[in-house]
Protein backbone atom coordinates (compact mmCIF):
# COMPACT_ATOMS: atom_id res chain seq x y z
CA UNK A 1 0.00 0.00 0.00
CA UNK A 2 1.11 3.66 -0.77
CA UNK A 3 1.19 6.11 1.60
CA UNK A 4 3.68 8.91 2.15
CA UNK A 5 4.23 11.26 5.87
CA UNK A 6 1.11 13.72 4.76
CA UNK A 7 -1.27 10.59 4.31
CA UNK A 8 -4.07 10.44 6.30
CA UNK A 9 -4.26 8.50 9.43
CA UNK A 10 -6.54 6.13 8.24
CA UNK A 11 -4.18 5.06 5.11
CA UNK A 12 -1.48 4.81 8.21
CA UNK A 13 -3.35 2.88 9.70
CA UNK A 14 -4.19 0.37 7.00
CA UNK A 15 -0.78 0.09 6.13
CA UNK A 16 0.26 -0.76 9.49
CA UNK A 17 -2.41 -3.51 9.12
CA UNK A 18 -0.84 -5.14 6.14
CA UNK A 19 2.56 -5.11 7.81
CA UNK A 20 4.14 -1.56 7.41
CA UNK A 21 6.01 -0.38 10.61
CA UNK A 22 6.99 2.75 8.90
CA UNK A 23 3.57 3.50 8.93
CA UNK A 24 3.32 3.05 12.42
CA UNK A 25 6.28 5.01 12.77
CA UNK A 26 4.28 7.87 11.49
CA UNK A 27 1.20 7.34 13.35
CA UNK A 28 3.51 7.30 16.85
CA UNK A 29 5.02 10.57 16.26
CA UNK A 30 1.60 12.18 15.34
CA UNK A 31 0.08 10.95 18.46
CA UNK A 32 2.30 9.84 20.88
CA UNK A 33 2.76 13.41 22.38
CA UNK A 34 -1.51 13.98 22.58
CA UNK A 35 -1.95 10.35 23.92
CA UNK A 36 0.87 11.08 27.02
CA UNK A 37 -0.46 14.61 27.67
CA UNK A 38 -3.97 12.65 27.94
CA UNK A 39 -2.83 10.19 30.06
CA UNK A 40 -0.78 12.46 32.10
CA UNK A 41 -3.66 14.21 32.43
CA UNK A 42 -6.11 11.58 34.14
CA UNK A 43 -3.95 9.44 36.03
CA UNK A 44 -1.51 12.18 37.67
CA UNK A 45 1.75 10.45 37.90
CA UNK A 46 4.34 10.50 35.60
CA UNK A 47 5.53 6.92 36.31
CA UNK A 48 1.96 5.71 36.15
CA UNK A 49 1.11 7.42 32.75
CA UNK A 50 4.52 5.80 31.25
CA UNK A 51 3.11 2.75 31.92
CA UNK A 52 -0.24 3.21 30.80
CA UNK A 53 0.95 5.31 27.35
CA UNK A 54 3.28 1.99 26.61
CA UNK A 55 -0.07 -0.11 27.49
CA UNK A 56 -1.58 2.05 24.70
CA UNK A 57 0.16 1.82 22.08
CA UNK A 58 1.01 -1.91 22.80
CA UNK A 59 -2.70 -2.66 22.55
CA UNK A 60 -2.78 -0.56 19.51
CA UNK A 61 -0.72 -3.28 18.13
CA UNK A 62 -2.31 -6.41 19.49
CA UNK A 63 -5.32 -5.07 17.66
CA UNK A 64 -5.03 -3.47 14.82
CA UNK A 65 -6.65 -5.94 13.02
CA UNK A 66 -9.28 -4.36 14.63
CA UNK A 67 -9.36 -1.10 12.92
CA UNK A 68 -12.17 -0.65 10.55
CA UNK A 69 -10.63 2.09 8.42
CA UNK A 70 -13.93 3.46 7.86
CA UNK A 71 -14.35 5.27 10.53
CA UNK A 72 -11.77 8.20 12.23
CA UNK A 73 -8.42 6.87 13.94
CA UNK A 74 -8.05 9.64 16.19
CA UNK A 75 -11.29 8.65 18.42
CA UNK A 76 -10.27 4.44 17.87
CA UNK A 77 -6.95 5.85 19.47
CA UNK A 78 -8.43 7.49 22.29
CA UNK A 79 -10.59 4.97 23.26
CA UNK A 80 -7.88 2.44 23.91
CA UNK A 81 -6.72 5.54 25.92
CA UNK A 82 -9.44 6.11 27.60
CA UNK A 83 -9.96 2.41 28.76
CA UNK A 84 -6.70 1.68 29.39
CA UNK A 85 -7.57 4.77 31.56
CA UNK A 86 -10.36 3.70 33.35
CA UNK A 87 -8.92 -0.25 33.63
CA UNK A 88 -6.16 1.85 35.92
CA UNK A 89 -8.34 2.92 38.01
CA UNK A 90 -10.65 -0.06 38.79
CA UNK A 91 -7.74 -1.73 39.14
CA UNK A 92 -6.62 0.80 41.69
CA UNK A 93 -9.49 -0.11 43.43
CA UNK A 94 -9.10 -3.90 43.43
CA UNK A 95 -5.96 -3.14 44.92
CA UNK A 96 -5.02 -1.72 48.13
CA UNK A 97 -1.90 1.13 48.31
CA UNK A 98 -0.91 3.58 50.43
CA UNK A 99 -3.05 7.09 50.88
CA UNK A 100 -1.94 8.59 47.10
CA UNK A 101 -5.33 11.35 46.87
CA UNK A 102 -5.04 11.92 43.37
CA UNK A 103 -7.89 9.54 42.46
CA UNK A 104 -10.82 9.46 44.04
CA UNK A 105 -11.38 6.05 43.60
CA UNK A 106 -8.16 5.30 46.26
CA UNK A 107 -9.75 6.89 49.14
CA UNK A 108 -10.62 4.17 51.57
CA UNK A 109 -14.17 4.20 53.76
CA UNK A 110 -13.44 5.02 57.40
CA UNK A 111 -13.12 2.38 59.58
CA UNK A 112 -15.83 2.20 62.27
CA UNK A 113 -15.51 2.51 65.59
CA UNK A 114 -12.51 5.08 65.40
CA UNK A 115 -13.53 8.24 67.66
CA UNK A 116 -13.36 10.39 64.38
CA UNK A 117 -12.01 8.79 61.33
CA UNK A 118 -12.73 11.39 59.01
CA UNK A 119 -10.68 14.41 58.07
CA UNK A 120 -11.75 17.98 59.16
CA UNK A 121 -13.69 18.64 55.82
CA UNK A 122 -14.04 23.16 56.98
CA UNK A 123 -11.31 23.79 54.29
CA UNK A 124 -14.12 22.37 51.47
CA UNK A 125 -16.38 24.20 49.69
CA UNK A 126 -20.13 23.67 50.19
CA UNK A 127 -20.59 21.37 47.56
CA UNK A 128 -17.34 19.55 47.47
CA UNK A 129 -17.78 18.52 51.25
CA UNK A 130 -21.66 17.38 50.63
CA UNK A 131 -19.95 15.22 47.48
CA UNK A 132 -17.55 13.74 49.59
CA UNK A 133 -19.67 12.99 52.46
CA UNK A 134 -22.42 11.40 49.52
CA UNK A 135 -19.41 9.53 47.97
CA UNK A 136 -17.79 8.17 50.87
CA UNK A 137 -20.12 8.35 54.29
CA UNK A 138 -23.29 7.95 52.21
CA UNK A 139 -21.63 5.69 49.31
CA UNK A 140 -23.87 7.12 46.42
CA UNK A 141 -22.78 6.64 43.24
CA UNK A 142 -21.72 9.66 41.14
CA UNK A 143 -25.11 9.47 38.96
CA UNK A 144 -26.49 9.82 42.20
CA UNK A 145 -24.79 12.58 43.69
CA UNK A 146 -25.39 14.74 40.67
CA UNK A 147 -28.98 14.56 41.07
CA UNK A 148 -29.11 15.56 44.24
CA UNK A 149 -26.39 18.35 43.41
CA UNK A 150 -28.30 19.03 40.25
CA UNK A 151 -25.08 18.90 38.35
CA UNK A 152 -23.27 16.50 35.43
CA UNK A 153 -22.00 12.71 37.39
CA UNK A 154 -18.76 14.60 35.64
CA UNK A 155 -19.05 17.50 37.64
CA UNK A 156 -19.37 15.52 40.65
CA UNK A 157 -16.46 13.53 39.92
CA UNK A 158 -14.08 16.98 39.39
CA UNK A 159 -15.59 18.19 42.27
CA UNK A 160 -14.56 15.32 44.41
CA UNK A 161 -11.46 14.62 43.08
CA UNK A 162 -10.33 19.00 43.69
CA UNK A 163 -11.57 18.14 47.02
CA UNK A 164 -9.66 14.92 47.48
CA UNK A 165 -6.55 17.29 45.87
CA UNK A 166 -7.24 20.42 48.32
CA UNK A 167 -7.84 17.78 51.44
CA UNK A 168 -3.89 16.31 50.66
CA UNK A 169 -2.17 19.74 50.64
CA UNK A 170 -3.73 20.26 53.91
CA UNK A 171 -2.65 17.17 55.33
CA UNK A 172 0.91 17.45 53.54
CA UNK A 173 1.29 20.68 55.13
CA UNK A 174 -0.20 19.91 59.03
CA UNK A 175 2.59 16.93 58.58
CA UNK A 176 5.03 19.51 58.04
CA UNK A 177 4.24 21.84 60.20
CA UNK A 178 4.25 18.93 62.35
CA UNK A 179 7.84 17.58 61.45
Not at 13 to 41: K, P
Not at 61 to 80: E, G, L, S
Not at 119 to 140: G, V
Request: overall charge positive; hydrophobic content about 35%.
Amino acid sequence: MKWTETSEDEVLMQAYQLGDSAAFAVLYRRYSGRVFGYIRQKVGNSSMADDLFQSVFLKLHQFRHRYNATFPFQPWIFTICRNAVMDHWRQIRRVPESANSDTIEKVPAPEVGLPNPWPDLSSLTNDQRQAIELRYKQEMSFDEISKILETSPTNVRQMISRAIRGLKNVLQHTRSNHD
